[in-house]
């Protein structure tokens, strides 16, 4: 019902920024709430933002000050700019859609933040 594609990761110096792009379609793009998630080696994956269609964001406290999510209706797309990036920010990131029924996640494009 949904296939999200992530783009825009690759690898960055502490301190810079990425700007990571998600484009939903299917029959549920265009209503669900998208978010971002993300999961380092060995640990356990984190919500990182989220943001409904009417424009209601939320962020992790990791993130917060640094990570904008936002969101083009009109086009199906997510984007989640990061900035003052960190070594532990380094992760997949995956892009996340959920409907009332169901919660859809992308394949993930990996970030890499060099010291």
């Known amino acids: 019902q949904v296939q999200l594609v992530e783009s825009g990761g690759g690898l960055v110096q502490a301190g810079g920024s990425l700007r990571l792009s998600c484009a939903a379609s299917g029959t549920a793009g265009s209503i669900c709430a998208l978010g971002w998630g993300r999961q380092a080696p060995g640990k356990q994956r984190e919500l990182v933002a989220t943001i409904t269609r009417g424009g209601s964001t939320t962020y992790a406290d990791s993130v917060k000050g640094r990570f904008t999510i936002s969101r083009d209706n009109a086009k199906n797309m997510a984007y989640l700019q990061m900035n003052s990036l960190k070594p532990e920010d380094t992760a997949v990131y995956y892009c996340?859609?959920?409907?009332?029924?169901?919660?859809?996640w992308g394949q993930g494009t990996q970030v890499t933040v060099s010291s």
């Open positions: 996340k859609c959920s409907t009332a029924f169901n919660n859809y």
